[in-house]
């Protein structure tokens, strides 16, 4: 139902049955280690491209998903997914190898959340019963896509941020009967695209703040929620620093959340002796951590309720070449553990 | 929308923000570190320059050859073993100026692309970096050069 | 950590390089020629026809370039129509080595105008190299004088074609 | 010899600080900062200034990327005195081959037997 400007609850309740995460090397080296269900310590996957590993990673996380939920593919009606190169082929492959009818998105790194909302939206209407969603992103490809070749020596500032290798899936379905507490969907914001006019390719966190920040106070208003109803906003990749200006940027905006619960993915994600710079970033950086990690403590009853919002730069190597500002955006998807 | 649109007062307040909230490249750390990194490469430039002068027929100006290319190969062995791009984060421009930084360039972007085939993937993207500087080398070096020919030519 | 390791490697192949260049030097060459570019050597000047006036302007040669204030060292072959003068020059001063070599050339043309020979003048290293090698060689009594003006006209091909 | 080790070493590192100061100061890509200091060399073969200055330096000064810009102008202007203005577009590469054609030869070798490392 649609609330407020652009929100919606839902009313029925859709709910993440289960999750399939897979990462890379770098994400095994990582302190969420024992939050993945699949760890490869090679990034080609036993493939040999890091394309072909990027969607393999994706298919594995699909596959892990509904072997937890015991569920044939075919009962599942709709896949969502999408990630950052060209096309977004790795997704529509591995679309092709699990044959579930298929909507390719496409929104950055907002992705992931942009698949989860419209998972939760067409289950809690009755246009499906199962849908899986998720995003995946490799380093090595999406390098290649959008910098450098992984080979070359550039030296990346501190601001420049490290994509994560891996996947995540969420298999979404109806929880009418099923009566152990689970992640529950209950609302969703749509965010618009937010320029604020940012051109450094290598600073991602502070270009995506702003579209951060306009979903979340879209959402609190839209839904009537004090700025400490959740008991964390989880941000999708803005980093170290993109995190300090969210935060500076909702009190100077008068929406005075407490620090502790405005946290990001991409800090969670690695040590920092792992020389990640500012922190993770790509497709999965949110996919993985909320999928993995999240739900894990959701389940072990840290946090009951949560605002998950991810946050996409929608620039390709062209656009920025052609000297044009990064566009974001950010989605946000409220997740209630009940 | 084009590129040289004003900024809104939105725009730039932001942006006055995310500066303040912005880590700050250690331009001090930085430059030392590129001058050690560089200066090393260019050290070891000399070494093997001077290898070339005592063992081989080359002379101080024509050994500056097989020292680029020995300096390239050295370049080849640690950008395909993934260590030139450690070499690149720590000393920055100290090892991008440097010859081996070209060559680094040349070579990781043929590894790269190897994936699309050696005409297309190998053949057509080898360049893909370095060959902005051969371009402007070489089109600077003409006007240069054509200069230099002509006030020559009505001076001389 | 991996950084360390980046350096790691870089170290090896410096010591390498420095293992090939000081280790290959015991084995090629002797005598001065060992180490002829690291010091100063001012070696004797050499004759390929060995009658004491050629010995005399060798001499003589070898004073007239060592005045000139840049210079700090010199090696001189004397033929029988070419001369061939190697010289190094003070480090500070290499920034004028073009204009150098040319004052060098014209003055050594001036002051032995009479000599009638050809001056070939070089500060490259590497002529300076074999130069000090030849001239080692020549201090030889057995070695073969033929091989030696064979070598003269190798070192005055090399100095030509350098440009 | 002995000192210009050492040249060789402050003065190639002080060209690196340039381009480090390209980067952080001017944010220029790598592309653009070479670019720009081979137009650099290039101009300073012009003015003759590059000779003198890798007489003294040694491999500092015929290392950097700034050598290949004096290696194309003296390569265009040896063969423009044998040739005329023609030798201005013929000699180019002269000199400046040894660079680019090992780059190519070794860019495609490791092509063969490298993997990009993710």
Not at chain 1, 128 to 155: C, I, N
Request: glycine residues 10%.
């Amino acid at each position: 139902m649609l609330k407020g400007k652009q929100s919606w609850t839902f009313a029925n309740a859709p709910a993440i049955l289960t999750t399939g995460v897979t990462g890379g090397e770098m994400e095994g080296e990582g302190p969420l280690k024992d939050d993945f269900d699949l760890l490869y310590d090679d990034n080609y996957v036993n493939e040999d491209t890091h394309e072909k590993a990027h969607r393999k990673l994706l298919e594995d996380a699909v596959t892990i998903a509904l072997k937890k939920g015991n569920l044939k593919k075919e009962k599942v009606q709709f896949f969502l997914a999408g990630d950052l190169i060209n096309q977004i082929t790795p997704t529509s492959f591995a679309a092709r190898t699990n044959s579930i009818p298929h909507i390719g998105l496409f929104g950055a790194c907002a992705t992931s959340m942009e698949g989860l909302a419209l998972a939760g939206f067409l289950t809690n209407y009755n246009g499906a019963e199962y849908v899986l969603t998720g995003t995946s992103s490799h380093k090595g490809a999406v390098e290649k896509q959008f910098r450098y070749p992984t080979d070359y020596g550039g030296q990346k500032p501190p601001t420049a941020q490290w994509t994560v290798t891996g996947a995540g899936v969420a298999l979404v379905g109806k929880s009418v009967g099923i009566l152990k507490p689970i992640p529950k969907l209950t609302s969703a914001t749509i965010g618009k695209v937010v320029d604020m006019g940012l051109k450094d390719p290598f600073n991602m966190g502070g270009a995506m703040a702003p579209a951060a920040v306009d979903t979340i106070m879209t959402h609190h208003k839209d839904l009537d929620h004090g700025p400490n109803y959740y008991d964390a906003v989880i941000t999708g990749d803005l980093g170290q620093i993109g995190n300090k200006i969210a935060y500076d940027m909702l009190q100077e905006k008068n929406f005075l959340i407490d620090r502790e619960r405005l946290i990001d993915c991409g800090m969670l994600i690695y040590n920092k002796e792992q020389n990640v710079f500012a922190g993770g970033s790509g497709a999965a950086c949110s996919a993985t951590v909320l999928y993995g990690h999240i739900l894990n403590k959701m389940k072990k009853g840290l946090y009951k309720r949560i605002l998950f919002v991810s946050t996409g730069a929608l620039l390709s190597p062209l656009s920025f070449q052609q000297k044009e500002t990064i566009p974001c955006i950010a989605h946000a998807v409220a997740i209630e553990f009940a | 929308m084009s590129p040289k649109q004003p900024l809104t007062t939105k725009q730039k307040d932001y942006q006055k923000l995310e500066n303040k909230d912005e880590i700050k490249r250690p331009l001090l750390r930085n430059c030392i570190k590129a001058f050690l990194v560089g200066g090393f490469i260019c050290l070891i430039g000399q070494c093997i320059t001077v290898f070339y002068i005592y063992f081989f027929n080359f002379t101080e100006q024509t050994a500056s050859n097989p020292t680029v290319s020995t300096l390239v190969f050295i370049s080849m062995l640690l950008t395909g073993f993934g260590l030139y791009k450690k070499l690149g984060q720590l000393g920055g421009a100290g090892s991008a100026v440097p010859v081996t930084g070209f060559g680094n360039a040349v070579i990781s972007a043929a590894i790269e692309h190897r994936s699309e085939g050696l005409v297309l993937g190998v053949g057509g993207n080898i360049f893909k970096l370095a060959g902005s500087v051969i371009v402007f080398g070489v089109f600077s070096a003409f006007v240069v050069a054509l200069i230099k020919t002509i006030f020559q030519l009505i001076g001389g | 950590m991996s950084n360390r390791k980046a350096m790691k490697v870089l170290m090896v192949i410096l010591i390498a390089c420095l293992f090939i260049t000081t280790g290959c030097m015991d084995t090629k060459k002797k005598g001065d020629a060992k180490w002829a570019l690291f010091k100063t050597t001012n070696p004797n000047p050499a004759v390929l026809n060995e009658t004491s006036e050629e010995f005399a302007f060798s001499e003589e040669i070898h004073k007239f370039v060592l005045s000139f204030p840049e210079i700090y060292d010199a090696a001189i072959v004397v033929g029988d129509k070419q001369v061939l003068v190697a010289y190094k020059v003070k480090q500070m001063q290499r920034f004028k080595m073009k204009k150098i070599e040319k004052k060098l050339k014209k003055k050594l043309e001036k002051k032995f105008k009479d000599q009638n020979r050809k001056f070939t003048v070089s500060s490259d290293f590497k002529i300076f190299l074999e130069v000090v090698e030849l001239n080692e060689n020549l201090k030889d009594e057995k070695y073969s004088r033929k091989k030696a003006k064979k070598h003269f006209k190798k070192i005055i091909k090399l100095e030509k074609e350098k440009t | 010899m002995l000192p210009m080790f050492f040249w060789a070493f402050v003065i190639g590192g002080l060209i690196c600080v340039i381009g480090q100061l390209m980067f952080d100061v001017a944010k220029l890509t790598p592309a653009h900062t070479l670019s720009t200091m081979v137009v650099i060399g290039a101009i300073a073969a012009g003015f003759d200034l590059y000779e003198p200055f890798a007489d003294f330096a040694g491999a500092g000064a015929t290392v950097p990327i700034t050598s290949f810009g004096n290696s194309l102008v003296s390569g265009a202007m040896q063969e423009a005195q044998t040739h005329g203005i023609i030798g201005v577009l013929t000699g180019m590469f002269e000199i400046a081959s040894s660079g680019i054609s090992s780059a190519i030869i070794f860019g495609f070798i490791a092509a063969l037997i490298f993997k990009p490392k993710g």
